[in-house]
């Protein structure tokens, strides 16, 4: 099975610009979460989406939004793009749901904001 | 604090020797989860034990859980040079209501050859 795929795998931006990330899960996994990662905060939970609802929101603005798709693929989109933005960003998908089951990342999309 | 604190921050130790890290958490849960990151990939799933469970295995790797600690260490044998990496305890924490995968800050692990 092919794993967890995220494009683009590198991306610069400039503040106030919007952003739109992919990520494509595992084939037959219904549930994709996306999590932030930098130095300062660490790994933090944006969203979890499964079968095309959002199920949980981490507490980010609402700058960060997201949508599945039937086919399970995910975007999450961020927009009037900030300098703290800059970070690592992470799709896991999973057959379940994120907190009973095991994850399966990406390997992620850094975005640099300038 | 973070729900789900690693400890040590950094941990360098030679090949061959045994690491082991801790990871505290303070809500209930129903599992912790332990994942590795090479430098600046993505996670890698290691080990999910579930809150009735008091230890499991999975070939060099040994996780416990001590509920009323709320406690877990991760811990790996005869280290390689390949273990080098990131690793981070994740738990269900409940937040606003909702549960939802919470990471803790993380250990560096560098296994010198």
């Known amino acids: 099975k092919a794993g967890v795929t995220q494009t683009p795998r590198y991306l610069i931006k400039t503040r106030g610009q919007q952003v739109t990330l992919s990520c494509s899960p595992i084939s037959g996994h219904r549930s994709v979460s996306w999590y932030q990662q930098t130095p300062g905060q660490g790994l933090q939970f944006l969203f979890e989406?499964?079968?095309?609802?959002?199920?949980n929101k981490g507490n980010f603005p609402g700058r960060f939004s997201g949508r599945q798709f039937s086919n399970s693929r995910s975007e999450m989109n961020v927009s009037t793009l900030e300098l703290g933005d800059s970070a690592l960003y992470l799709c896991a998908s999973s057959l379940g749901g994120t907190i009973y089951n095991e994850q399966f990342f990406g390997p992620g999309t850094r975005l640099t904001v300038l | 604090s973070q729900q789900g604190e690693e400890d040590p921050q950094a941990l360098s130790i030679q090949e061959g020797e045994n690491a082991t890290m801790n990871c505290s958490y303070k809500?209930?849960?129903?599992?912790l989860q332990w994942y590795r990151q090479n430098s600046g990939r993505g996670l890698v799933h290691l080990i999910l034990i579930r809150s009735n469970e008091r230890e499991k295995h999975s070939g060099r790797l040994r996780v416990t859980l001590d509920t009323s600690k709320k406690s877990s260490s991760l811990l790996i044998t005869a280290s390689r040079a390949a273990d080098t990496a990131s690793y981070f305890c994740?738990?269900?924490?409940?937040?606003?209501?909702?549960?939802?995968?919470?990471f803790g800050s993380g250990t560096r692990l560098q296994v010198q050859p």
């Open positions: 809500t209930s849960i129903n599992n």
């Open positions: 994740a738990t269900d924490a409940e937040d606003t209501g909702r549960r939802a995968l919470t």
């Open positions: 989406y499964f079968s095309e609802t959002q199920r």
